[in-house]
């Protein structure tokens, strides 16, 4: 157990009195002050250890200070810091190699994170097409500059509306609810149908790309029926449009492989990365291109670069990282682990009146929560909450289970190395939240 922090309230007074947080109304931060970490858990300045049900921001895969990759990180310093963008490095070499074995496409572009990662797969797929327009789906968070955040299709891209110009929106594939009051069967069609009327509407020979999650994370873990992605594919390749698959959050062994999308038997032409690629340990992305991609950019210009593009301390990170994940099989663990986990969200499903739906793979996975199963009327509104979800929040808290939870959502995204006695001692805790909000409602 870690020793608490003596000027633990002075280091959050100062954060606060100096430092902005993201996504907030600064006054009403509350920071945990974080002083270390090991596993699933992360400890506080008052000598708490949480469990981190949400892998901070759903990228800390391999948990808390793994031994191998913080050797890896060390190893890189002493050897050299610092190689700029232009130059040839062994682990730029290694770590390209390994993205495009995993990912079967060709070339990598690198980044610091995934906002920037989306940014240049959109400029890439505009300078390959010719064409201006990106196809995105409501429900989805591409990242926060400016062109990634109009591409969301959530209300975090409000704020810079209209942001850039070019950006088309879809429905996404949310069987729980279809659109337009219709039927869950018939949006299963609708779903593809409807992008091919938008794309007709808008003028195929207008469109380079559609930006799509592989699995949309944030905006509810909305998994698709499994013919979605092959006639997605199809109507793509039809119309001469790039399928950009975003696996900023649903990749690296989030749902027990590489990628969400290789469960359907798809390969995208652009594939961008970041949080599972290093396990949050440095800051990179990757834009990952297709063989056809690469080769038009033989003999056209890249109009793009970042200082800190192939930084060889992020690239070490991830390459140890991503040897862990082989060395210790844990997208094994995540596929048995993950079987357990959607075992007890159904059987939760089932016991408790607040909870609406469950959607789960590998270790990705929520609890759609609502006020009554028929109506599907939710716990909280979208983009808001409620005094139920106040109730959960506060009873994850006091449990020092540290949970992400957002509108009418409970997401369960745990480090995928948890072991099974400490996943049960997470959902322990949801299922004691998720009584007290079914005995709020009367139920
Ligand atoms: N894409 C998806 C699917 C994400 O979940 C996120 C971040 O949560 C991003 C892009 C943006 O990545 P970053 O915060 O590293 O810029």
Redesign the pocket.
């Known amino acids: 157990m870690p020793e608490a922090h003596p000027d633990s309230a002075q280091i959050i007074q100062d954060n606060r009195d100096y430092t902005l947080f993201s996504w907030s109304v600064q006054q009403a931060t509350n920071p945990i002050h974080m002083v270390g970490g090991k596993g699933s858990h992360f400890f506080d300045g008052d000598g708490n250890a949480w469990l981190d049900f949400s892998s901070q921001?759903i990228n800390i895969n391999v948990g808390h200070q793994h031994p191998k990759v913080l050797q890896a990180i060390k190893d890189q310093v002493d050897q050299m810091c610092f190689a700029g963008p232009s130059f040839a490095t062994d682990v730029r070499a290694k770590l390209g190699k390994k993205l495009a074995e995993v990912t079967g496409l060709a070339k990598s572009f690198f980044t610091l994170?995934?906002?920037?990662a989306?940014e240049n797969a959109m400029k890439m797929a505009r300078l390959y097409t010719g064409r201006d327009k990106i196809i995105t789906r409501y429900r989805s968070?591409?990242?926060?500059t400016m062109g990634?955040m109009t591409a969301s299709g959530d209300p975090r891209r409000w704020p810079v509306e209209p942001g850039v110009p070019g950006i088309v929106r879809v429905f996404d594939p949310y069987m729980y609810r279809p659109p337009m009051g219709g039927s869950a069967e018939d949006w299963a069609d609708g779903c593809i149908t409807h992008i091919e009327e938008v794309i007709q509407m808008e003028g195929p020979h207008t469109i380079a790309a559609m930006l799509v999650?592989g699995i949309t994370?944030?905006n509810g873990i909305i998994i698709p029926p499994d013919d979605y992605y092959p006639r997605l594919r199809a109507l793509l390749d039809k119309y001469g449009i790039l399928l950009i698959d975003?696996e900023?959050?649903s990749g690296f062994g989030r749902t027990g492989k590489w990628l969400a999308t290789q469960h359907y038997g798809i390969k995208p032409d652009i594939v961008t990365c970041?949080?599972g690629l290093t396990s949050g340990y440095m800051p990179l992305?990757a834009v990952i291109v297709s063989d056809k991609i690469a080769e038009f950019f033989e003999d056209h210009m890249l109009w793009g670069g970042l200082t800190y593009s192939g930084h060889p301390v992020s690239l070490a990170a991830a390459i140890a990282n991503l040897q862990v994940y082989e060395d210790e099989n844990i997208f094994e663990h995540v596929n048995e682990l993950g079987e357990h986990l959607g075992k007890r969200l159904e059987a939760m499903k089932r016991k408790y009146a607040c909870v609406g739906d469950v959607r789960y793979i590998g270790l990705f996975s929520v609890l759609e929560l609502v006020k009554d199963k028929k109506t599907k009327e939710p716990l909280a509104p979208f983009n808001g909450s409620s005094p139920e979800m106040a109730k959960l929040a506060a009873h994850l808290k006091s449990k020092h289970v540290y949970a992400f939870l957002r509108f009418n959502w409970a997401f369960v995204c745990p480090p995928l190395v948890i072991t099974k006695e400490e996943l049960d001692a997470g959902l322990d805790a949801y299922e004691e939240g998720l009584a007290l909000v079914d005995e709020m409602m009367g139920k």
């Open positions: 921001l994170g995934g906002s920037e989306n968070y591409h990242g926060a990634s999650e994370g944030s975003d900023v959050m970041a949080k992305g």
